[in-house]
């Protein structure tokens, strides 16, 4: 063989292993990957899942002196301690119809959906006299709400249809989520179809503490409602009076008859105060001889969050 072609396949064999061995050198010089962001994301994920998954505490307090002998039950649930305060535990849990503290939701979704407009709301009274003298007139959806107007809400409920409305209240876990007796037809306490529904002593039924955590999940945006949507609920539901120093309320009443007694009496919403929030509800069942009315449920409600927050 040539010397020149001896010398050429020298070359080339000395470029290649000169190749190899410094490419090998490479490969084991290299640093290890540092996983130690990644492992510190992941930790956090999992340690702030893990707190979301923590169940409430529940503390049963002892409020009845607040009831004066009424059989009822109260609520507060403070998302900052992750803690239900709760008098009388079985009837918190126990479910009844929600009667007009439903139109917190009726709002909700008829705002979210685009069935209304906050300044586009007004509907004509159809010339109907009813029994509250507030309802016989021409109505937007804040004085609707104020003033508790069933014709107004059984007309937007209407709107809203069965298909979303079932939808929404899937969403939110609204008690027992039973829409089926639309017209509410189950309420023997009247046979006037633009004053009956689902939602009044009728099909659908929510237990307080239902009552407060569907609540916290509209304001706490755990259930995915538009921003814009949420504030305009939340300043339907500010009450005209603000007698709390400090402190902001916003909810419901609520009330159902049976022949003519009260049966159910409601009020729930939330509280607010230097960037605190508290869900709550109270609820006031059938009592003889005693003073059951949605008015009263607000009383002792504004009462509980007064002591609680200040």
């Not at 072609?5 to 000169?18: A, S």
């Not at 301690?81 to 009844?96: G, P, S």
């Not at 706490?220 to 949420?230: I, W």
Request: hydrophobic share 35%; with cysteine.
């Amino acid at each position: 063989m040539p010397k020149a072609d001896r010398l050429h396949k020298i070359c080339i064999f000395v470029f290649l292993f000169f190749v190899l061995i410094t490419g090998g050198c490479a490969e084991q010089s290299r640093a290890p990957e540092d996983n130690t962001g990644i492992e510190a994301q992941m930790s956090q994920e999992t340690g702030q899942a893990e707190e979301r998954d923590i169940e409430p505490k529940i503390e049963e307090v002892d409020w009845s002196g607040e009831f004066d002998g009424i059989n009822g039950a109260a609520v507060i649930y403070d998302s900052t301690e992750n803690r239900y305060r709760i008098y009388n535990r079985e009837l918190a849990q126990t479910r009844r119809s929600p009667c007009s503290t439903f139109k917190i939701i009726s709002s909700l979704v008829a705002l979210e959906h685009g069935i209304i407009e906050v300044d586009d709301s007004l509907r004509t009274w159809s010339g109907e006299t009813f029994w509250n003298a507030e309802w016989n007139r021409d109505m937007a959806i804040a004085d609707a709400f104020q003033a508790s107007c069933v014709w107004y809400f059984r007309e937007l409920v209407d709107e809203i249809g069965r298909s979303v409305m079932q939808e929404e209240l899937n969403r939110l876990s609204y008690g027992n989520c039973d829409i089926s007796d639309w017209e509410g037809r189950l309420n023997t306490n009247n046979n006037n179809p633009v004053l009956t529904g689902f939602w009044l002593e009728s099909s659908l039924l929510i237990s307080p503490k239902e009552q407060a955590e569907v609540v916290e999940r509209i304001f706490n945006n755990n259930a995915g409602y538009s921003e814009e949507a949420v504030n305009q609920l939340k300043e339907i539901m500010r009450l005209p009076e603000q007698n709390i120093t400090g402190v902001s309320v916003y909810g419901k009443t609520g009330m159902g008859k049976d022949c003519g007694i009260v049966v159910d009496a409601w009020f729930t919403g939330f509280a607010e105060t230097d960037g605190r929030r508290i869900s709550f509800c109270v609820y006031l069942g059938q009592t003889d001889n005693k003073n059951v009315s949605s008015a009263k449920a607000r009383e002792i409600a504004i009462h509980l969050v007064s002591e609680y927050l200040n």
